[in-house]
Structures are given as C-alpha cells and as structure tokens.
C-alpha cells in the first residue's frame, strides 16, 4: 500500500501571541497606579481619597477595552507596549491631581481666573478619547504598509499642521497653538507621526542613492551636491518653525528624526555628524537673534542669575526640586514642586517625579520610557518589510527625542523646550498623540510576530513520495 503526500521544507511558524502575558501586566501597571493613588490620598489628607475606586474602575475600563481590541484585532503584537502605555497614563494622572490639591495653585487660579478648576478630570476624559483613537487605529489600519502610499500627501499635512500656529498667538512665547474658542490643540504632536510617515516612504525609495553615491573627505563620506537637497530642505524647515515660531522643541524633534532615520536607512556615519554640524550651525545663528531663544538659552546657562530670575523662575525651582528630592524623594504628596506655578502640571511635571519619588524614582520613570523605545526598535529589526522597519524606527526615535529634549530642559543639560512629557504630562494633544503613535507601533509588531501562512501546494511536491509498507 501507497500513501502520496504532498512535502515541504517549509512550515508555518507557530508563535505565541502572548496576550496573557499582556493581560496579566495590564493588571499590574493598573494596580501600581491605583497604589500610588492612595498613597498620595493617605499622605495629604491622612485618609484614602474618596475618588480612588472611581479612578481605578476608569483605568480598568480604559485598559480592559484596549486590551480586548488588540486581543481581537493585533493578536500577535508586542505584548509589553500597552501596559507600559497605560503605566505612564496612570501615573501621569496621578501626579497631575496631585497637583490639583496643592493650595497655592488654587489661590493663583482663583486669583487670575475667579474659580478654579482641577485638571485630572480632564485628562482622563483626553484619556478616554486617546485610547478611542488607539482603538479606532486599530480596527481601521489592517496593514501598515498601506501608510507607504501616502507618503508626499503626510508630508504636505504635517507642513500644514506646523505652519497654521503662526497664525494665532503666542502663548508663553512659543506660537504651537491652535486656539478655537474653549478648545486649543498642538499640532506639532500630531506633525512627528505624519513625519514620520513620510520620511519612511522616501527614504524607502532613496535610500540606495544616499547610501552608495558619495565622496571620501577626511575619512568621511560626504553626500553629492543632488542629494543634499532633502536634507537642506529638512534643515531648513527646522530653523522657519525655530524663527517663526520660536518653538525649540518641535525644530529640535523634527531635525533629529530625520538625521536619525537617514543614518537608519544608509547606515552612513558621515551623515550624522553632518546632521550635527548644520544642527549646531542653525541653532546659534538663530539664538544670537532670536529674543525669546536668548532668553531660553541665558536661563539655562545661568538659572539663578538675577536677570533670569525676574524674568521667570521655573528653571531654577525645578533644579531645587530635584536637589530637595535626594536619592528616595520626599514621598507623594510631600513636596514643594507646585512652586514652579502654571507649568507644575505641564513642561515641569518631571521635578514633582523627581523631588517627590526621588533619583530611584526618576530613574524607573526614564526605564519605562527606555523600554518603549527598546520595543519599537525591537519592532523595527523584526519587520519584515523595509517601510515598516523605517517607521517603527521612526516614531520610535520621536518618542525617544522628545523624552530627552523635555527631560533634558527640565533638568538643565539643555535650553528648556517647552514640550510636554508624553503620556505623563497634562494635555490633549499630546495624550491623543501619543496612543495613535503606541497604536501604530503595535500594528507594525503584529505583522511581524504574524505566523508566516503556510506554503500553497506546489505541483512540484507531486514528484515527493512516502511509501510505507
């Protein structure tokens, strides 16, 4: 008796999809947030806030639906992305109600304003809308690669979303926003994910150009004259939003993106440190002119100076608060940061992390930051596709550009740029950002821990033959 069978080499791969491993540390970044919660409550008040079960069954609501969606619709994604995600969500909306409490922040607003009112409630509603995005990305967008067809049209909207703040204006100096009525949105968040999309699809295409054709110099390979075009271009964009807009942070992340996925893309050194060299070349030509960027960079070359401290104090309050908070901090609750007034909740809300939980505690903060971005690289090498190694690699490098450019200006290694800490700090646009970007990048992980399908039937198996006995 014979038994024909159709043989192959080739199998489909049967990963895990690890969705209980996410499940399991969604309850664990949701409980860590519930405790700080109390832990605030208990050491102000004395007694467990009455809001703590109303907070917590939001961040279970908001992280169980979440969870359930990637469950459904990304069953192969990197399962740590989400938890972390709502970890830095969680706390964030901590730290902002804790500030809430604080009384000189009350009397200031019902000073300036005549009534105040709390700020938590508020970002956990752009919460809610964030992760109705995040889920919204998800059911819509079945395929990253889809994103490569738009790519000139991603450019021309994030140029649109740079250049519309010149036309209202400034607020504390900087013109990123859109103010309609009650409502003002930034759109430089939403600008870095377009970027990003665009960067990916040409550098795609001309990535072999850039790569292959260049001259020796000095022990480096410099660019042809025709493919500096892109990058004089790119540089300058970067130094128009820095004059017309005067926002350092935004002209900060959108240069470095680029210099980062170039190098990414042609694996070319040369192009660093020519993306450098004309970084530093813009940034002191425009700060020997630029009032508001000489006021940014006097402040952080001498924050307790006299004429930097009539202007504004914000800098050298948050340098004390991280000296006050020492190696384990003050504890929740009991620190002083809300001295730095109006940002206290925004820009600065890492110098209550800092003063409050201490250099252990700035330090897990900054681990999960660098544990995001270690999954989007991680992301990008496993991708199967060249656009989607771009991408993760992209909004991977904005995330971890602008984690270093508001923690860097709040701690004083650099010109404070007025950015928002993501997921961390209060606002809108930033948290909206911020889970459409997570949401992308769970997308690209999907399609790359995706079980390869297996093989068609091929005629030439026909000629394979197991004859058993």
């Keep these: 008796m014979s038994v024909v069978t159709n043989t192959t080499t080739i199998g489909a791969i ?68 989400l938890p972390l995600a709502t970890l830095l969500n969680g706390l964030g909306l901590v730290l902002i109600w804790r500030l809430d409490q604080s009384p000189r922040l009350i009397q200031r607003a019902e000073y300036l304003y005549g009534a105040y009112s709390p700020d938590a409630p508020k970002q956990l509603l752009y919460s809610a809308i964030g992760v109705a995005l995040f889920v919204a990305v998800l059911m819509v967008l079945k395929d990253h690669r889809i994103l490569q067809r738009y790519t000139y049209i991603s450019m021309a909207a994030a140029l649109v979303l740079l250049v519309i703040p010149m036309f209202f204006p400034a607020v504390n100096g900087a013109k990123i926003w859109i103010s309609l009525g009650p409502f003002s949105i930034q759109p430089g968040e939403f600008a870095k994910i377009l970027i990003a999309i665009f960067f990916s699809g040409y550098l795609m295409v001309k990535r072999d150009a850039l790569a292959l054709a260049s001259r020796r110099f000095m022990g480096l390979y410099l660019p042809r004259g025709r493919d500096l075009g892109p990058i004089i271009t790119i540089w300058a964009l970067s130094i128009l ?62 924050p307790f100076s006299k004429a930097t401290m009539e202007q504004s104090d914000q800098i050298a309050q948050s340098l004390m608060s991280f000296g006050s908070g020492g190696t384990l901090g003050t504890g929740l609750g009991q620190g002083h940061s809300d001295l730095i007034m109006f940002a206290a909740n925004a820009d600065f809300i890492l110098s209550t992390v800092g003063e409050e939980l201490g250099l252990a505690g700035m330090m897990a903060v900054l681990l999960i930051y660098g544990l995001i971005v270690e999954r989007g690289v991680r992301t990008a090498l496993a991708a199967r596709d060249p656009f989607g190694k771009l991408l993760a690699i992209g909004l991977s490098g904005a995330f971890a550009i602008q984690v270093f450019v508001v923690a860097g200006g709040v701690m004083g290694l650099i010109p404070l740029s007025g950015m928002t800490m993501p997921f961390l700090a209060y606002g809108g646009s930033s948290v909206l950002a911020n889970w459409a970007l997570i949401a992308i990048l769970i997308r690209i992980s999907d399609t790359a821990r995706r079980p390869a399908p297996a093989p068609a039937p091929s005629s030439d198996a026909e000629m394979t033959q197991v004859v058993r006995p």
């Design 14 to 81: 049967d990963a895990p999809s690890r969705r209980n491993t996410e499940l399991m540390m969604m309850v664990f970044a949701i409980a860590i947030s519930v405790f700080a919660y109390a832990n605030v409550g208990l050491a102000m008040d004395g007694k467990i806030p009455s809001g703590m079960f109303g907070y917590g069954a939001g961040l279970i609501l908001l992280g169980g639906v979440a969870h359930l969606v990637v469950r459904k619709f990304a069953p192969y994604a990197d399962p740590l992305l």
């Design 241 to 302: 939003i820095l004059v017309f807009e005067t926002d350092l942070g935004t002209s900060l992340l959108f240069f470095g993106l680029f210099v980062v996925m170039l190098y990414v893309a042609t694996e070319r050194t040369s192009w660093i440190v020519f993306g450098l060299a004309m970084s530093a070349v813009g940034a002191v030509s425009v700060a020997s002119f630029e009032p508001h960027v000489q006021d940014r960079v006097n402040a952080w070359l001498d």
